[in-house]
C-alpha cells in the first residue's frame, strides 16, 4: 500500500485532513462525478498534489472594509497550513515543507525535512472525513484509509513453529527459511527497544528500525 498511502498523503491535508481542492475548481467537480472509483481517485490526486497550501478564508481586519471591487474569496474551509512535498526513499516516506512565496516571515528559511513515520500517517487518515473518503473513490465500509497501515500483527512464538525434515524422510528435523526470518525479525525489534531504554542517538535507532522493515 505504500504507492497508495504516498498519495492519499498527497491529497489530504496533514493537519485537518480535508481535500485540499473543492467543488470550486470545475476539474474536481468533474473528478468526482466519474463513476469509476480508481478513476477518480487518480483524478482527484493529480489536482490535489501541485497543492502546498490548505486554502483557508483570512478574517478581514475590523478596521478594513472589504474590498467590493475585488471577487470574494472562496472559503474552503481548510486550516491555512502549508503541506510538505512527499517522496518515497525505499521503503520511508519523507515530507518537506517550503516556505510558500509571500511569506515574510519565513521567507529564505531552509526547508524542513523530516520522516512521515506510519503514526503520522495513520493520525493524518483518521482527521479524514466519511465525505470525503467517498469523494476521493474510496469506500467507508471496505476501504477507510487507515486501514492502509497495520496496528496489530499477531506472530507465532518461534517454539510453536513447525519443524521440517531435513531430507525429506526419516533423517534429522530442523527449521524452515520463515522460522529463521522470523528468529532474525525478533533479535532486530529487541536491538531497537534496547536502543531506545540506553538512550542511543536517533540515527542509531533509525538504522535497527530500517534492519526491521527490511526483515518485514
Not at 28 to 49: E, G, N, Q, S, T
Not at 62 to 79: L, Q, S, W
Request: overall charge neutral; some cysteine.
Amino acid at each position: 500500500f505504500m504507492t497508495k498511502i504516498k498519495k492519499l498523503l498527497e491529497t489530504v491535508c496533514h493537519n485537518c485532513g480535508k481535500i485540499l481542492v473543492d467543488e470550486s475548481n470545475p476539474a474536481f467537480a468533474d473528478a468526482i462525478r466519474r463513476r469509476d472509483p480508481k478513476k477518480r481517485f487518480d483524478l482527484v490526486w493529480r489536482l490535489c498534489k501541485p497543492k502546498m497550501i490548505c486554502e483557508t478564508t483570512m478574517a478581514l481586519e475590523d478596521d478594513t472594509p472589504p474590498d467590493k471591487t475585488k471577487e470574494p474569496r472562496h472559503d474552503h474551509g481548510g486550516c491555512g497550513n502549508i503541506q510538505p512535498e512527499v517522496r518515497r526513499e525505499g521503503l520511508r516516506l519523507t515530507g518537506t515543507w517550503k516556505a510558500q512565496k509571500g511569506d515574510e516571515e519565513n521567507e529564505g528559511q531552509q526547508p524542513e525535512k523530516k520522516p512521515i513515520t506510519p503514526q503520522m500517517a495513520l493520525n493524518i487518515f483518521r482527521h479524514i472525513s466519511t465525505e470525503d473518503i467517498k469523494r476521493m473513490g474510496l469506500s467507508n465500509d471496505y476501504a477507510r484509509p487507515e486501514w492502509m497501515i497495520i496496528t496489530v500483527l499477531p506472530v507465532p512464538p518461534p517454539p510453536v513453529r513447525p519443524s521440517i525434515s531435513v531430507d525429506g524422510g526419516n533423517g534429522p528435523r530442523g527449521e524452515d527459511d520463515l522460522t529463521y526470518k522470523l528468529g532474525d525479525i525478533i533479535r532486530a525489534n529487541g536491538n531497537v527497544r534496547r536502543c531506545e531504554t540506553e538512550g542511543s542517538p536517533a540515527h542509531v535507532v533509525n538504522e535497527f528500525e530500517q534492519l526491521c522493515d527490511l526483515n518485514e
